[in-house]
């Protein structure tokens, strides 16, 4: 990745039934490993869900499997040309 560049990505989860309450999340891209990392973007509450009851009782935390897929990217000329910015 290059300073300027644009990255299209989308993020795919399979939620579980989860206790009942708002939730939300928090997308971010580090650098690095689970140990030693750089955050080099965050968006804090970038969406919220309010969840229902469900059918039978929840109870505890859970991890959540999810897929990361790059859909495409642009060198910082054709970024800066397609946002208007530079």
Not at 58 to 72: D, F, K, Q, S, W
Request: charged content about 15%.
């Amino acid at each position: 990745m290059a300073p300027g560049d644009v990255y299209t990505v989308d993020f795919h989860l399979q939620l579980p039934e989860v206790y009942p309450g708002s939730f939300s999340f928090s997308p971010a891209i580090a650098d690095g490993t689970l140990i030693s990392y750089k955050t080099r973007d965050w968006i804090d509450n970038a969406i919220v869900v309010q969840v229902g009851h469900a059918q039978g009782p929840i109870y505890g935390y859970m991890h959540l499997p999810c897929r990361v897929e790059l859909n495409a990217t642009l060198g910082a000329e054709n970024a800066a040309a397609e946002t208007g910015i530079g």
